[in-house]
């Protein structure tokens, strides 16, 4: 909801070649222009992934639960995103668990995912999220990385990365204001074998 309405045809004329989509947070919260977006970056064919904020305060299982009941499959051209941070601004969740309950609500949450949509999920991450709980972790997912200001190879000991979020103050056309910018780790042969793949 942050970026307001996105002329997506636009975006996908600015050479765009994928998107990630705020869909739902916590147990209970779910992003207003989510059903918008997916529609409008399946329109444009825009591949798109769904993103899930997850909220200490709460479970797995009741934000799988929540997930699951917003997010149709029709959305998922791309893997589901879980989105793991400290969230320092929280009014209402303080909480830090241990790095083995990270670990341990992470993978149920995703299961419960992959076994729904079919797709294993991307994990997001922050460097002082990752350092604290995830490194030498979850070798077998894909992780989108947020590094603005430098190089992920310096900030993420020994983690292979799918996808890198380099800016936040990034300038796209068709969407008013800054906005996150992201990249994979390939080529665009690498990108569209990648794509198909998790569309088999």
């Known amino acids: 909801r942050w970026n307001g309405d996105i002329d997506w045809m636009n975006v996908r004329k600015s050479g765009v070649s994928f998107v990630f989509i705020k869909a739902t947070e916590g147990k209970d919260a779910l992003d207003p222009k989510f059903d918008a977006n997916w529609r409008g970056a399946s329109s444009a064919a825009v591949a798109h992934a769904p993103y899930h904020f997850y909220y200490w305060c709460s479970s797995a299982d009741e934000q799988a639960d929540w997930f699951i009941a917003n997010v149709p499959k029709a959305a998922m051209k791309m893997p589901p995103v879980l989105d793991v941070e400290w969230n320092h601004d929280s ?34 991450t922050s ?74």
């Open 127 to 200: 460097v002082d999220f990752h350092r604290d709980n995830l490194v030498g972790q979850f070798k077998d997912y894909y992780f989108w990385v947020r590094s603005v200001a430098a190089h992920p190879s310096e900030k993420y000991d020994d983690r292979r990365w799918a996808f890198w979020q380099y800016t936040a103050t990034g300038a796209i056309p068709g969407i008013e204001g800054q906005t996150d910018i992201n990249v994979f780790a390939g080529d665009a042969k690498n990108w569209r074998n990648w794509l198909t793949a998790q569309n088999k």
């Open 91 to 124: 009014k209402t969740c303080q909480y830090r668990p241990s790095p083995l309950t990270v670990q341990s609500e992470m993978q149920r949450f995703m299961d419960r995912l992959e076994a729904y949509y079919g797709k294993r999920p991307i994990i997001y």
